[in-house]
C-alpha cells in the first residue's frame, strides 16, 4: 500500500525513469486525485506538469456507477452496458453531460486562471491517474488527448486490476501499473492516506515549477541506492555487530527472524548465529519455529536432556513430512547439538534452559496419536473417549489433513469439527488436574498434550478451509501460530521466578513480515508478525532476510524431491535489487540506526518470496509480491549471493545441481 499520492508519484517516477530529462515528455494529471501523483512524477523527471480534467458521468439515481467520462475538448465517452442495463435514455444522458460539462468549464478556470494548457502536439505524454476502476475516465483522456496529436500516450497509475491494465495495453503506447491488487476491490483500498484533493490544492499544485533548480531539491542528489548504502552496517555472513543488534532488539520480549527462501543455508546459519546471541546473551528461553508441534518438540525433549534421542540427527527424525529439508538440515542439525550442550550446562548449574518448539498445524494425524498416547499414561478412560472421537477421521483412506479436507469440504465425507472440539475442551478442563501429579514434568508434558489437541481442532478447521478461499487458510495458519505463540509465551511465564520468558521465532518472511506493509495485507491476509506487533507491540521485533542471486534448496512441485537450484537476479524494481545496487555484500538496514534509509525503505517495491517450491520459469507472477520493506520489517540482513542449504539426506539430484537456465530469454 502507498502512503498517501505524493509517495505513489515517487514510486511510479522510479518505474518511469526512461523519461527522466527528456525535452520531448509532458505529464498530464487526472483532475483532481490524479494530480499529486502527476506533480510528483513530473518533478521527478524534470518535465513540465499540467491538469488534465475528465469527468464522471454518473447514471441517474445511481451515481456510484459511471455511464461515462466527459473530457477536456468536449470528448464523451459512454458505457454502453450500463446505458442499457440502467435503461439510460438519450434526454438522460444529455442532462448529466450539459451538467458535468459547465463543471469541467469552471475547474478549468479555477486551475488554471485564464493560462492556456500545455502544448502536446508531437510530445510524449504520460497521463497519470491515482489508480484505475473501470477506466471510464482514463479511457475518455486517452480519445480527447488523441485530438491533440501527440507523439506517444504513456498511462501511468499507481494501482489498477491486472485486466484494466492490460485492457489498455492495447490502446496506448505503454501502460506503466506500479500494483494490480487481487481481487481489486477499490482505488482507495491501496492509500492509507486518500483523503480527496481539493481545488485549492490544484491550483497549489499547477503554480509550482516542476522543473529547474527548485525541482532538483525535490529528489535529492542521492540515489535510493546510495541512500542505503550510507546507512547499513557491515553483517559478515550475516550477522550483525552486537551493538547494532542491541540497538535493533532491545529489551523486546519476542524477536521474529525470517528468511527469503526456506532453502539459504547463510539465512539459516545467521539466524542460528543471532539466536545463540538472543539466548546467552538476551535471556531467550525458546526458539519458537514454522514447524509441525509434535516434531518440534520432540527436539525439545533432546535439548533439554529427555527423551530416547542420543545424537541431534536422531531428534530430527520426527521431520518425514515434506519439505522435510526445512529442518533436517545441516545448519539446523548443528544448532540442535549446540542447544544441548548449551542446556547440559545450565542444568548442572541449576539455570533455566532454552527449548524448542513448533508453530505450524500440518500434524492432524501426528498429534491425535500425541494426545491419545499421553492420556494412556495418565487417565486410560479419558484415552478411550479420545479413540472415539478421533476414530471419526478414519473415514478418509489417506493419512493426511487434506484427504480429510477435501471429503468434508465438498460433502464426500463427515465433518469431524464437532469431536475436535468436544476432545479440546476435555482436555483444557482436565489439565489442571493432570499437571498437579507430578510437578513441573507433568506440566510441561499436559501443556504438550494440550497444545496437540488445540492443533488437532485448528488443522480440522484449515484443512477444510483449503478447498474455499486462499487467503481464509491462510490467515487460519498464522492464527494458529499466532496463538501458539502467545500459549507458549504464557506457559514459560509461569515458571519464570524475575524476568518474563523471551522467545525467538524462526520462518519465512512471509510469515514474518508485517502483511499491512504489502500487498497481499490489502486482500485482508494476516501474517504471524503483525498479530505479534498487534498483540505485543513495542515488545516486538520482525527481522526479515534478503538475496539477489545464487543457489537454493527447493523442488519442483509439492511432494517433490530436493533440488539445488540456482535463483535468478532479482528483478528491477525490487527491494533485493536496490539492496544489490549498494555494491556491498553483506550488510543490515534500519531506520532504528539510521534514520536516512526510512525514505528508499518507506517505497513499495517488489519483494521475491521463495518458498519449498522455485519456479524460476514464472518468476515474476509465482515469486513477487509488492512490499513496503520499511513497514515490513524493523530491520533487513541482506546477503547479495548465497547458496543452498544442505539437508541430511543428499541426493544424487541435489549433489547434481542444475545448469542455469539462460535469463531472460528462459521465460
Request: hydrophobic share 40%; net charge negative.
Amino acid at each position: 500500500m502507498f502512503r498517501d499520492r505524493r509517495e505513489a508519484g515517487r514510486i511510479l517516477a522510479d518505474l518511469l525513469g526512461a523519461y527522466r530529462g527528456r525535452t520531448d515528455v509532458v505529464v498530464l494529471g487526472l483532475a483532481r486525485g490524479g494530480v499529486p501523483v502527476a506533480w510528483e512524477v513530473a518533478a521527478a523527471l524534470g518535465v513540465p506538469m499540467d491538469a488534465f480534467i475528465v469527468r464522471k458521468l454518473g447514471a441517474p439515481g445511481h451515481e456510484e456507477f459511471a455511464m461515462g467520462a466527459l473530457a477536456s475538448g468536449g470528448r464523451v465517452v459512454v458505457n454502453d452496458d450500463i446505458l442499457r442495463a440502467l435503461r439510460i435514455s438519450p434526454q438522460q444522458l444529455r442532462d448529466v453531460a450539459e451538467r458535468e460539462g459547465r463543471e469541467l468549464i469552471r475547474r478549468e478556470a479555477a486551475y488554471r486562471g485564464g493560462r492556456p494548457p500545455v502544448d502536446v502536439a508531437g510530445k510524449t505524454v504520460i497521463l497519470v491517474d491515482d489508480g484505475l476502476a473501470t477506466g471510464a475516465s482514463m479511457l475518455a483522456a486517452v480519445q480527447a488527448l488523441r485530438e491533440a496529436e501527440p507523439a506517444e500516450i504513456v498511462i501511468a497509475v499507481p494501482a489498477a486490476p491486472e485486466s484494466t491494465c492490460r485492457e489498455f495495453a492495447g490502446l496506448v503506447d505503454d501502460v506503466v501499473c506500479a500494483t494490480m491488487p487481487t481481487p481489486f476491490l477499490a482505488v482507495g483500498e491501496s492509500f492509507w492516506d486518500f483523503k480527496q484533493v481539493s481545488d485549492d490544492e490544484v491550483r497549489d499544485y499547477l503554480a509550482t515549477s516542476t522543473m529547474g533548480a527548485a525541482t532538483a531539491t525535490i529528489r535529492t542528489e542521492e540515489t535510493p541506492a546510495a541512500v542505503v548504502n550510507r546507512g547499513a552496517v557491515d553483517a559478515p555472513a550475516g550477522i550483525p555487530p552486537t551493538e547494532a543488534l542491541e540497538e535493533i532488539i532491545g529489551d523486546a520480549r519476542i524477536v521474529l527472524i525470517g528468511e527469503s527462501s526456506h532453502g539459504t543455508h547463510e539465512f539459516y546459519e545467521a539466524r542460528a548465529a543471532i539466536t545463540k546471541w538472543l539466548i546467552q546473551e538476551k535471556g531467550f528461553c525458546a526458539v519458537a519455529a514454522e514447524a509441525d508441534w509434535p516434531d518440534a518438540y520432540r527436539v525439545n525433549r533432546y535439548v533439554r536432556g529427555l527423551g530416547d534421542d542420543t545424537t541431534p540427527d536422531e531428534a530430527l527424525s520426527g521431520f518425514t513430512r515434506f519439505p522435510a529439508w526445512m529442518w533436517r538440515n545441516v545448519v539446523v542439525r548443528d544448532f540442535v547439538d549446540w542447544l544441548h550442550t548449551h542446556n547440559r550446562r545450565r542444568r548442572q548449574d541449576g539455570q533455566r534452559q532454552a527449548g524448542f518448539y513448533g508453530l505450524d498445524l500440518y500434524s492432524l494425524h501426528r498429534s491425535m496419536q500425541e494426545v491419545i498416547g499421553y492420556l494412556d499414561n495418565v487417565d486410560p478412560r479419558a484415552a478411550a473417549r479420545a479413540r472415539a472421537r478421533y476414530a471419526c477421521f478414519d473415514h478418509t483412506s489417506a493419512d493426511d489433513g487434506q484427504a480429510y479436507g477435501f471429503a468434508a469440504a465438498f460433502g464426500a465425507g463427515l465433518s469431524c469439527e464437532r469431536q475436535a472440539i468436544e476432545q479440546l475442551v476435555e482436555m483444557q478442563r482436565n489439565a489442571m488436574d493432570y499437571a498437579r501429579r507430578d510437578g513441573l514434568l507433568a506440566e510441561d508434558e499436559v501443556f504438550y498434550a494440550q497444545q496437540n489437541a488445540q492443533t488437532v481442532r485448528d488443522a480440522e478447521v484449515y484443512y477444510r478451509a483449503m478447498f474455499g478461499g486462499r487467503v481464509t487458510s491462510w490467515n487460519l495458519r498464522d492464527q494458529h501460530m499466532a496463538q501458539t505463540l502467545h500459549a507458549l509465551l504464557a506457559h514459560l511465564d509461569r515458571h519464570r521466578e524475575a524476568e518474563p520468558a523471551r522467545i525467538v521465532v524462526w520462518a519465512h518472511n512471509s510469515h514474518v513480515g508485517d502483511a499491512r506493509a504489502t500487498e497481499v495485507g490489502a486482500d485482508g491476509q494476516l501474517t504471524l508478525g503483525q498479530l505479534a506487533r498487534e498483540h505485543y507491540g513495542e515488545d516486538t521485533r520482525l527481522i526479515g532476510f534478503t538475496t539477489y542471486q545464487g543457489t537454493v534448496t527447493a523442488a519442483s512441485e509439492w511432494g517433490g524431491i530436493a533440488e539445488r537450484k540456482s535463483v535468478r537476479p532479482a528483478l528491477n524494481g525490487s527491494v533485493e535489487e536496490l539492496f544489490h545496487e549498494t555494491g556491498r555484500a553483506e550488510f543490515l538496514v534500519s531506520a532504528a540506526i539510521s534514520h536516512a534509509v526510512r525514505e528508499p525503505l518507506d517505497g513499495v517495491r517488489l519483494g521475491r518470496a521463495i518458498g519449498v517450491i522455485y519456479q524460476p520459469a514464472t518468476e515474476r507472477q509465482s515469486h513477487y509480491y509488492h512490499v513496503r520493506p520499511g513497514d515490513q520489517f524493523d530491520a533487513i540482513i541482506h546477503i547479495d549471493s548465497t547458496r543452498a542449504l544442505e539437508p541430511l539426506e543428499v541426493t544424487s539430484t541435489w549433489s547434481k545441481g542444475e545448469t542455469p537456465e539462460t535469463y531472460p530469454t528462459g521465460l
